[in-house]
Every structure is written in structure tokens, then in C-alpha cells.
């Protein structure tokens, strides 16, 4: 059997360039990283971030000097990059044991050191310089004042104190040839001092643009946090409306009882007052006038009876939602429950405005079978449909040129066989919606209607009512200025 030579993988030769990329990116980000612990904040990541790129950087130029120096006759060279190369390595050996503070002290003043005496040996040679820039990199890694004023003190002492060794120092390591280093040191430190300040700037713009953004998400916060609170205050009010409305309705129920059994108590009191008659010996007109009086009677006690019934019904569906849900599904009339709840809204608006009139038009499905609903939940979700169409009527209407325009809601029922689901429509041709707000309407807080008029809970709540209580749908068209309608698909199986 024969080894086959190993190979290496097809993405490497479809492209080499990012494995080695991504490599790199992977050392480097340990490398910076070397002694940083959980619990640090930002600026002390930072910090340790820019020591040990500043240290690795270092270590890596002046390795690469030895190497390029190491049999080259300028034996003074050599040594003095062999030794910024052991002087940069303490820095990372105290990162490491997390002493940042002594790191960070360490690799300033050995520059200041190593700058100083390099400058003094060698004469003239421009690494003096380097001493200015080094006054200012205190600033990236301390925060204290005093830390920062006193390495600054330090590094421009030690730079007149350079300037004048240099007329006073005999000894001299001065090396022919040196202007070209002069200018190229002088160059090297004018662009460490455009880098050291660009990083300054560059830090300050983040910190800015950072400060903006928190600035405006924590003024949407309030903005936010004041319209729920306005909203819950809203709805604290409506919830003592709700517990007063079943009050009201409790307390209106009982006398309703008493009409509407009364009604029916006079109705059969006229029948047998009919029946007691017909064996009375009475002429043929005393007769008629008899009969058209019991007939009179018995059809205002009919009336009586009919809107005693229909006024229970609206007490009915009063307290039906007030009543908090049950969350059980049960065998729901859907037709009954849209056109009870039709009634309920459109009186209600009525109670409050009664010069306002609308058509309401119904189109139910006929031989709808009952559908399993909560239908607690889903006549809150249908009154407050109809509530906002009938508004949109009534706004409309305020607008409109009197005799021009006609008020209508059209609410109706079908059912699809085909995906086996129960629509309800509910069309206005109110005010609309417009198009830049329809995306909104579902969203919590959202509302069209002027503040004090809406909460913009209510097709938020509705949406949920019907897409996670019920496992539907609930869908919107509509066109400004024409017409609205909200399209509600409920999934109904056979009971």
C-alpha cells in the first residue's frame, strides 16, 4: 500500500490571499489581546490593545534591524537595536501579569531612556526629537491628570537636557554619514506625531458620532416612555370606564328583566282579555272598538317587548366586554356575534353624537356553521374595527358638503372551502388610511386618531387576538380619502 502525498485544501488555491489574511487577523488579535481579562472597560481594552500593538510593532522593526544588521561592520548599530529589542519585551511580560499601569510607565520612560542616550552617544542624529512625541503619548494611556503632566515634564526635561549634552559630552560615537538618519529620524518623527494626533482626532469623532447616537436613542427613549406612560394613564382610564360600564349595565339589567316580563305579562293579560270578552254579550260597534283597543295594546306591548329585548342584548354585549376572557373557544354564531357588535358600536357613537347617521349594511354568509372562537376576544377585536370605521365615517361626514356624502359600513361573512377558513370583511368609506402609515397601524402605540382620542392599542391588541389566539389573519387596503378595509381569516375546522 503507498502513501499518497498529502495536499492541501481546493479553497486554499481558490484563494490563498484571505486564508493568509485571516490568519494574520487571528495572531494579531491574540497578540494585542495578550493579558486582557473579563471585567475590563473599553478605554483599559484599548490601552492594553495600543501597549501591546506598540510593544509587538517594536520588537518586530528592530528584529528585523538585528537580522539586517547582524554582519554588518557597524557593530554599534547592532547592539543598540539588540537592546530596544530586550527593552521592549519587559511591557509585555507585565501585560501579561496584569500590571498596566507599570507597562504602561515602562514603555514610555525607555523610550525616554533609550532616545536620550542614543541621541547623546551618537550626536546629532535626530532621534532627539523622537522625545517630544513621546511627551504626548502619556495622554493615550493614562487618564489622571497629574500621570499624564508628569511624563510630559519628564520628556521635555529630558529633551533640553539632550540639547545640551550634546555641546558638552565629549565622547562621541558620531558616525559618517549621519545626515541621512538625521532627516530620516526628523521624518519618522514628525509622522509618529501626525499618527499619535490623527489617533487623538480619530478618537474624538468616534466618541462624538457614539455620544450622537446615544443622545438621540436615549431622547426617543423619553419621547417613547412618555407616550406609554400617557398611554397607560389612558388605559388605566379606560379599564375604571370598563368596571363602570359593567356597573351601569349590571344595574340597568335588572330593570330591563322587569320590563321585558312584564311586556310579556301584558301581552298574554290582552289575549285573555279577548277570550273574556267573547263570551260578553256587547253590540257590533262596542265589539270593533274593543278589538282595535286590545289590538293597539297588544302591539305596543309587543313593541315594549322588542326593545326590551333589544336593549338586553346591548347590556348583554356590554358586559360580555368588560368581562375579561376566559380564553376558552366555544361554538361561535359569527354572524349574530358581527351584527351584535355592529349594533353596540354604531349606538354607542350614536349616544355621543346624535346628529351622526350611517347606512349599515350587512352580507352574511348564509348557513354559516358555528366556528370555535374565544368570543370574548373576538368581539373586542370586531367592536374595535368597527369603532375606528364608524369614526372614520363620522370625520368624513364633518367635512363633507351636507347631502353629499352617505356614511356606510359594509360588514360581511364568507366561507372558503377551500383553505377551510372563515373571511370577515368590515369596509367603510370613510377617510382611509394613508399609504406612508399603513405599514404602522399594527404597531404598539401607533394611532392616526388626534391625542386624547386614541391609544393606538387597539389594532395592536386586535392583531395579536387574531394571529396568536386565534391562529389567523388580520390584512388592511385601503386608499385616502375613499375607502377602508380590514379582511379577518380565521381557520375553522368542523366542530
Not at 498529502?6 to 486564508?19: E, I
Not at 559630552?169 to 501626525?194: D, E, K, Q, R
Not at 313593541?303 to 376572557?325: D, F, N
Not at 349594533?343 to 349616544?351: K, Q, S
Request: glycine fraction near 6%; aromatic fraction near 12%; proline fraction near 4%.
Amino acid at each position: 500500500m503507498s502513501l499518497q502525498p498529502l495536499s492541501a485544501p481546493k479553497s486554499f488555491y481558490r484563494n490563498p490571499w484571505s486564508l493568509l489574511g485571516a490568519w494574520v487577523r487571528k495572531w494579531w488579535w491574540r497578540a494585542i489581546n495578550l493579558g486582557a481579562r473579563p471585567g475590563l472597560t473599553v478605554w483599559q481594552l484599548k490601552r492594553i490593545h495600543l501597549l501591546n500593538g506598540i510593544c509587538w510593532i517594536t520588537v518586530g522593526i528592530y528584529a528585523g534591524y538585528v537580522l539586517a544588521y547582524i554582519n554588518s561592520p557597524d557593530w554599534l548599530t547592532l547592539r543598540i537595536c539588540l537592546a530596544g529589542l530586550v527593552l521592549h519585551l519587559p511591557p509585555l511580560l507585565l501585560n501579561y501579569y496584569h500590571r498596566y499601569d507599570a507597562s504602561a510607565y515602562y514603555n514610555i520612560l525607555s523610550v525616554t531612556l533609550i532616545c536620550g542616550l542614543t541621541a547623546i552617544v551618537r550626536r546629532y542624529n535626530g532621534v532627539e526629537f523622537f522625545l517630544i512625541t513621546n511627551s504626548i503619548v502619556g495622554m493615550l494611556f493614562f487618564r489622571a491628570l497629574w500621570k499624564v503632566a508628569f511624563l510630559f515634564v519628564v520628556n521635555v526635561v529630558a529633551y533640553f537636557a539632550v540639547r545640551y549634552a550634546m555641546t558638552v559630552v565629549t565622547f562621541s560615537l558620531y558616525v559618517p554619514g549621519s545626515v541621512y538618519f538625521y532627516n530620516v529620524n526628523v521624518a519618522l518623527c514628525f509622522l509618529t506625531l501626525f499618527l499619535v494626533v490623527f489617533y487623538f482626532r480619530s478618537e474624538n469623532l468616534q466618541q462624538e458620532a457614539l455620544l450622537t447616537r446615544q443622545n438621540a436613542s436615549l431622547t426617543d427613549s423619553l419621547q417613547h416612555l412618555r407616550t406609554t406612560q400617557a398611554q397607560l394613564v389612558q388605559q388605566e382610564k379606560l379599564a375604571s370606564l370598563g368596571a363602570l360600564t359593567a356597573g351601569i349595565a349590571h344595574e340597568i339589567q335588572n330593570p330591563l328583566n322587569f320590563v321585558n316580563n312584564f311586556s310579556e305579562v301584558g301581552l298574554e293579560m290582552v289575549q285573555e282579555l279577548r277570550e273574556a270578552l267573547a263570551t260578553e254579550k256587547l253590540s257590533a260597534e262596542a265589539q270593533q272598538n274593543v278589538a282595535l283597543l286590545l289590538d293597539d295594546l297588544a302591539q305596543s306591548q309587543q313593541k315594549v317587548h322588542q326593545h326590551a329585548e333589544r336593549a338586553g342584548s346591548i347590556v348583554r354585549a356590554m358586559l360580555l366586554h368588560s368581562r375579561a376572557s376566559t380564553g376558552q373557544r366555544q361554538a361561535t354564531n359569527l354572524n349574530a356575534l358581527c351584527n351584535e357588535y355592529l349594533r353596540l358600536a354604531y349606538h354607542g357613537l350614536r349616544a355621543k353624537d346624535p346628529t351622526f347617521n350611517a347606512t349599515l349594511t350587512t352580507d352574511f354568509a348564509l348557513h354559516l356553521e358555528p366556528v370555535a372562537v374565544v368570543a370574548e376576544d373576538l368581539g373586542r377585536v370586531l367592536l374595535n374595527l368597527f369603532t375606528n370605521a364608524l369614526y372614520a365615517l363620522q370625520q368624513k361626514a364633518r367635512l363633507a358638503t351636507p347631502g353629499t356624502y352617505r356614511p356606510t359600513i359594509t360588514v360581511s361573512t364568507r366561507w372558503l372551502k377551500n383553505s377551510n377558513e372563515v373571511l370577515i370583511q368590515v369596509r367603510d368609506n370613510g377617510t382611509g388610511i394613508p399609504a406612508a402609515v399603513l405599514g404602522q397601524i399594527f404597531h404598539p402605540f401607533f394611532t392616526t386618531k388626534p391625542p386624547g382620542e386614541g391609544t393606538g392599542l387597539g389594532l395592536s391588541l386586535s392583531y395579536d387576538i387574531i394571529t396568536k389566539g386565534h391562529g389567523g389573519t388580520l390584512s388592511v387596503r385601503s386608499e385616502e380619502g375613499e375607502y377602508s378595509e380590514f379582511t379577518i381569516r380565521l381557520p375553522a375546522p368542523r366542530i
